[in-house]
């Protein structure tokens, strides 16, 4: 089965320190992933994606994250950590679905980021 | 502003009762998912239609039905209601049927069974 699974729930970092959130993935074949921020009462806002290409992926709000095919890792992270990046992050694996064709995303239990002043 | 939207924001309702979720996806998009987020089981996907056929479907219960109309609006239809059924859904939409493309996300309807 195609899974991610984030191994830490909570990650705490200081303003201005870089900060990295860790996402590991188990896929048959090529991996379509992403990466996806919550806020407080809020939906899930899309941060970046790797399908392929070059393994350093770029996105909104300053994140990048690292793909690793070696370590199966697609790690997000941050050169230097707002107050305002705290929030719930999830890593996602894409699963084609054979049987009519369509698609879903499988999520990761998320990781609490806190960034302290 | 992802531009999908869902109304109700919130919906507080009995156990047994019936409720319907709404959805518009982005201008363009013509698959729509359907997700539901809760303490215990995260973030599940519960079923896709593209362009008004049903195309994926998750670990949605035979007590949940969901469509999408001509204009591409969908809804999600959730009877006899459970305690355990209270949890965000959150309706996301994509151009594509299976792609690469991310996916957009909805702000949600908190449903809360009583």
């Known amino acids: 089965a195609q899974s991610v699974a984030q191994p830490e729930d909570q990650v705490n970092v200081a303003e201005g320190n870089p900060l990295t959130v860790k996402c590991t993935y188990s896929?048959?074949?090529?991996?379509?992933l992403f990466w996806y921020v919550q806020y407080p009462n809020r939906g899930l806002q899309f941060l970046l994606k790797y399908i392929t290409g070059d393994n350093l992926v770029k996105g909104s709000y300053g994140f990048e994250a690292e793909f690793n095919k070696s370590q199966t890792s697609f790690h997000l992270k941050k050169p230097s950590a707002l107050v305002s990046d705290s929030a719930l992050y999830f890593c996602?694996?894409?699963?084609?679905?054979?049987?009519?064709?369509?698609?879903?995303?499988?999520f990761g239990t998320g990781t609490q980021l806190k960034v302290e002043l | 502003d992802s531009g999908v939207t869902q109304t109700p924001k919130h919906l507080i309702t009995a156990t047994g009762q019936r409720v319907t979720l709404r959805c518009s996806p982005r201008s363009g998009d013509l698959s729509v998912y359907w997700y539901q987020q809760s303490l215990d089981q995260g973030l599940q996907f519960l079923i896709q239609y593209y362009n008004g056929e049903e195309r994926a479907k998750g670990n949605i219960l035979e007590r949940f039905s969901a469509q999408q109309f001509p204009d591409l609006h969908s809804e999600l239809n959730l009877s006899s209601l459970e305690l355990g059924d209270s949890a965000l859904y959150f309706c996301?939409?994509?151009?594509?049927?299976?792609?690469?493309?991310?996916?957009?996300f909805g702000p949600g309807t908190r449903l809360t069974v009583t």
């Open positions: 996301a939409s994509s151009v594509a049927l299976a792609s690469g493309g991310e996916q957009y």
């Open positions: 996602a694996v894409r699963v084609p679905i054979l049987t009519g064709g369509g698609n879903k995303l499988t």
């Open positions: 896929v048959s074949g090529n991996p379509y």
